[in-house]
């Protein structure tokens, strides 16, 4: 048994290494501003890179140089976690322990509130609140799903009017269709849906009306997923194993890049990865409070 299970470890890691390169000092930040601990990295069309942290302005707005943009303070947030930009450009913050979803203009106005007063939890039957919700995936007409999370256990769709549709989910477990912390949520070109069922150390690959299709188990504990248009496959964040895997959407492993470390170009707890339109990658971490960027080689 023990040389089954260390083949099955050797065969998971040992994958080619994915041909990519940190750029350095990529953030510009002014004297006195810091990121603290980063959860949620989202890209918007003219790939400006958008952060979510635990710090002092919890949203951040940089250039694909770096530069910072903008940055929101004093937002009623209690814990960032996943963020994105929808398809008409607005941002959508995930509140984990406010246990609710915010949407923003680009310029920091709330539009929409999803969650019970007073920040309540919701249960897994609760079509408008969530218990420590994660993150946030968008069709292309502004429909969207939102996986819940930490303690429910399930993924939500709704319509671009915020009007609860339907959910994949909403039993703790280990079988097809259940989920074990359900951490980030994303769809590829075929409107597909991928779950990281990060304690299950699987992702769970849905049909656009919320049947189950199949699963991946190859790739370590999936904390983040994104979906890169440019070629049609799936970037993975191994959050225990301190990695980023490229997969293809039949599920095989093309790649990996990453290790523990606390110098640049190396991970603590990378959380949640974005790809902008040419394929580069910004990752956020917890431990390391920081977002990343990598870019591939030449």
């Known amino acids: ?159 671009k009017n915020g009007e609860f549709v339907m959910q994949i989910g909403g039993k703790k477990g280990t079988g097809d269709g259940e989920f074990d912390s359900v951490h980030d949520v994303t769809l590829d070109a075929r409107g597909r849906i991928y779950v990281a069922d990060r304690e299950n150390k699987r992702v769970q690959i849905f049909s656009p009306d919320g049947k189950f299709l199949t699963k991946w188990t190859n790739v370590g504990s999936p904390w983040g997923l994104a979906f890169n248009a440019k070629d049609s496959t799936l970037f993975v964040a191994d959050g225990y194993a301190n990695r ?17 470390g606390k110098i640049p170009g190396r991970f603590d707890f990378i959380h949640h990865i974005a790809v902008d339109s040419t394929g580069n990658l910004g990752a956020a971490e917890i431990k390391n409070w920081r977002v990343q960027k990598f870019a591939w080689q030449n």
């Open 1 to 159: 048994m023990k040389l089954v299970i260390l083949s099955i470890s050797a065969a998971l890691y040992a994958q080619p290494t994915l041909p990519i390169q940190l750029v350095s000092d990529w953030v510009k930040l002014p004297k006195g501003m810091y990121i603290g601990e980063c959860s949620g990295v989202s890209v918007d069309r003219d790939d400006n890179v958008w952060v979510f942290h635990r710090g002092k302005s919890q949203i951040m707005k940089f250039d694909r140089t770096g530069k910072l943009l903008d940055a929101w303070e004093g937002l009623p947030i209690a814990a960032s976690h996943g963020i994105k930009v929808d398809p008409d450009g607005n941002i959508w913050a995930v509140d984990v322990f406010g246990h609710n979803v915010k949407k923003f203009s680009r310029d920091g106005r709330i539009l929409m509130h999803l969650g019970n007063a007073g920040n309540a939890p919701g249960d897994n039957t609760t079509p408008y609140a969530f218990n420590r919700p994660t993150a946030v995936a968008f069709e292309p007409n502004g429909d969207f799903w939102v996986s819940d999370g930490y303690v429910n256990s399930r993924v939500v769709k709704y319509n």
């Open 244 to 260: 980023v895997l490229k997969v293809n959407l039949e599920g095989q492993v093309l790649g990996t890049y990453g290790q523990f």
